[in-house]
């Protein structure tokens, strides 16, 4: 089962109504964007643990390492996506 949110604050509310296994988020997201997203999501207990793929056109080393610092459990940038690679990084991370 899939749950989407179209920004940041509605997948921070999504994920205090119902248990799930993992986050694939976009970076640039309007009000609350990945980076902060995930941030929030490894400051709270019983998130902390969740694993996080950030999917973005951001492909700089400051952003990578950034993603990596808020907790992001993978960083994949869009001009290099592959479809398996997400599937890849997916069945990794459950």
Known sequence: EI??????????RLLGEKPVDLVVTDVEMPRMDGFQLTAAIRG????????????????????????LEVGANAYLVKSGFDQENLLQTIRQLL
């Open 3 to 12: 749950s989407v949110a179209v920004d940041g604050e509605q997948a921070w």
């Open 44 to 67: 709270a207990e019983p998130l902390a643990e969740l694993p996080v793929v950030l999917v973005t056109s951001r492909g700089s080393d400051a952003d990578k390492r950034r993603g």
